[in-house]
């Protein structure tokens, strides 16, 4: 069974990562396990799955990615399928959320090398033109997933 970071986006199996690699159902998956922010992505996109398997290696085992293409996910977590089409969402502990850009800049902050960019991204000005870049890049992420 192809899974998420397979080369074809049309036969890829949405997966949630936690630490040590284990892939969880979105119905036995509960919010609490341990990762200080939980990444929601779109599954069936395979530059959004890339970009999610790259958080998740990166930032190791304070996140955890999950993919909205799950079933049961919104309902299990408690998300908004229409929002979660169109974006990223960061959720943190606490239940707090992010989206889009600044979802992007949340994840960034949570980096020791990139904290620096995240928070550049927060500041006016370039607050804006972050959004326009992400919006951007989400209008054409289905064709990115050939070169990412």
């Avoid at 293409?69 to 943190?92: K, M, Y």
């Avoid at 370039?126 to 070169?147: D, N, S, T």
Wanted: include cysteine; charged fraction near 25%.
């Amino acid at each position: 069974m192809p899974r998420a970071d397979t080369e074809d986006p049309e036969t890829t199996v949405p997966t949630c990562q936690l630490a040590g690699g284990k892939v969880p159902d979105a119905r036995n998956d509960l919010p609490d396990h341990g990762a200080n922010l939980t990444v929601f992505y779109d599954g069936t996109c395979g530059f959004c799955t890339r970009q999610a398997s790259l958080i998740g290696r990166h930032l190791g085992e304070t996140v955890r990615t999950v993919s909205t293409a799950l079933p049961d996910a919104h309902h299990a977590w408690g998300l908004d399928p229409v929002r979660t089409s169109g974006e990223i969402i960061v959720r943190d502990s606490t239940g707090r959320e992010w989206g889009g850009a600044d979802a992007i800049a949340r994840l960034l902050r949570e980096s020791p090398r990139l904290a620096i960019l995240g928070r550049a991204m927060t500041l006016p000005g370039i607050r804006q033109v972050a959004h326009l870049g992400y919006r951007g890049v989400a209008r054409i992420r289905h064709r990115l997933a050939r070169w990412s």
